[in-house]
């Protein structure tokens, strides 16, 4: 099991924590508005071929979000300053939805540092003939029957479970209160902060990777943003029988995905 | 202590079934249960209302803004506070307020403030709130989590604008403006007395007593809620070492005043629950937008008194639950003077707001609650606190004998 180191940024306005582990080439992956709670099973695949970085990104168990306000720019600069610090010059981006977005404004800001890049169901654009999910205002159930194929599958009900200790319940509401305070302020009211005036700087060969009954992102979207890209090789790909957390729901298939494109 | 009246401006019309048909009376309604001739009508009663509750000696009237909302149709409350203005002559006016985040820039509600500070020769309240979720973020659609920053930058833009007298350069965050300049004054010097009305934010007590302005509780749920906000916000009071004086304290509650206490429940019992039932029927998703409300606010407990989860515990009350919980003080003048005075002394309020045209109540119940409480209840209620504590928060208009008369007015 890895453990997180911390590393601080800006004097000090950002304490990062992060996962590391595995050797190879860099990966770095950027996590979903749910966070990321552990060294999770797909990281440990990217890590047998990889040195995977994971960053918990500010608010979501990293401090300093109050620093980024609402600029997209300096979320961006957030990232590329903690691979700065951790001295990684080169890297496969791995973003997933609000980190897919964050993956490819970083990707399209500085083009030459990313080796390949992955977007798994992305954020960061909307189609009004093809709405997202207003998912900040989704209860719980709502929520999971969006994010998963099947939301009576064991994943989906743990993925809405609140802990039963009262303490326990408390910090899982206040933390997801955090996590999405720090999402909507690049994602609120719709996710549209202007990427898809930027997908053309990136150059990277890219994989796009979405679940088939995506209810949050709709599927649709891959071929948006491959439209959008024309500046790189794209690659879509679509997993059956998953939603839009496809790594907890088909880890199998999408963890192939990745490691194909990746290690291709 | 002041009585100022107040009036949301619901929609009367709400079909019988609406809870249980409809998601939300507020953010995304069905626009289809409006009607813009009847619209006409009803926002003539209400201002008619309005100039009533002036005439019956309430010291102030007041206005908020709501939007995408079927309980209060005030997008602007200033013109509202306009059209009154010209027809009242002593009442406050009391704007509660502007939800000053979202005005870019803010000097918009700077120059309308003093407008109307301006026809009205002084009369204005200032109130600025945060803004509620629903309105801020779902409605207007604003970033939850930078809300409360935009709110402060302006805040302090607005406050310079009225108070410099020179030209000058805002260089905010959110706000860049190259020439501030206010030609138009505010009678009111060095500006109109600011009041913040507030839904239970910690730190918006703190931040109100720091600036000596106004605190207001505007709940639905009368004393129950005010109790707890009450005493969170006079608690940082002394910590703070502030006075405790009540005139920096504003509260809302609902009054319904009839010949006895029976007739109370004859005359109004049906637009009680039509309010709690229908007007706060807030889609949970909507109380409180993640970001809205500061971690250490989510921590200790408060939250938005929309929301499902609110609702839930009201639903199936009857007039007995509203009058018992104090929701409501309703009855005769003499059981209304009793408990008003008695939930004013507790928690030390020195700005009450009375509402008294609540959800589907018709004018000629409103003008009869109003005669009722004005004749009966008010005189006794304002001597609370007359001679112990010095208001330092209302207006302070011209003298009469210097106000433009409407119709006769000419400037020299």
Known sequence: ?264 | MKVNWFHLMPWRFLPPNFENDHHSVWVDIPTKLYDSTRGHHLYNEFLDEMEFADKMGLDGICVNEHHANAYGMMPSPNLMAAAVARRTTNANLIVLGNSIAMYNPPLRVAEEFAMLDLISGGRLVAGFPVGSSPDDNFAYGFIPATLRERYYEAHDFIKKAWTEEEPFVFNGRYNKVRYTNMFIRPVQKPHPPIWIPGGGSVETWDWTLEHDYVYCALSYLGYEYGKRVGNGYWDRAVKLGKDLNPYRFGYLQLICVAETDAQAEKDYAEHLEYFYNKCVHIGDEFADAPGYRTEATVRAGLRGQGGNAASMFRKGLKWKDFVDRSYVVAGSPATVRDKLTWILKDLNVGQLMALQQIGSMPKHLVMKNTELFAKEVMPSIKKIWAEEWEDRWSPKPLPLQERAVPGQAEAR
Not at chain 1, 57 to 83: A, C
Not at chain 1, 117 to 138: H, R, Y
Request: proline letters at 6%; a negative charge.
């Open chain 1, 1 to 264: 099991m890895s453990d997180l180191k911390t590393i601080t940024l800006r004097g000090g306005d950002f304490s990062v924590k992060y996962y590391q582990q595995g050797s190879g080439d860099h990966l770095v992956f950027l996590h979903a508005a749910g966070g990321l709670p552990a060294f999770t099973p797909e990281l440990q695949e990217f890590s047998k071929r990889f040195t995977v970085t994971a960053p918990l990104l500010p608010g979501f168990g990293s401090t300093g979000e109050e620093h980024l306000h609402e600029d997209v720019q300096k979320l961006v600069f957030w990232g590329w300053d903690l691979l700065d610090a951790l001295k990684i010059e080169r890297a496969i981006l791995v973003g997933h939805s609000f980190g897919g977005m964050m993956a490819a404004e970083m990707a399209a800001t500085e083009p030459g540092r990313v080796k390949k890049l992955v977007l798994v169901a992305p954020a960061g654009l909307f189609l009004a003939e093809d709405p997202t999910l207003d998912f900040f205002a989704c209860s719980p159930d709502k929520l999971a029957k969006a994010a998963f194929h099947d939301p009576n599958s064991e994943v989906a009900k743990a993925f809405v479970a609140v802990p039963s200790d009262p303490e326990a319940a408390t910090e899982a509401i206040v933390g997801r209160a955090k996590a999405l305070a720090m999402a909507g302020r690049f994602l609120w009211p719709n996710g549209d902060r202007g990427l898809n005036e930027r997908l053309y700087r990136i150059k990277a060969p890219t994989l796009i990777l979405w679940g088939e009954s995506d209810g949050i992102v709709p599927p649709s979207y891959a071929e948006a943003f491959k439209r959008l890209m024309v500046g790189s090789t794209v690659r879509v790909q679509k997993i059956a029988a998953a939603g839009h957390v496809l790594f907890a729901e088909q880890p199998q298939a999408s963890v192939k995905a990745v490691m194909d494109f990746c290690a291709s």
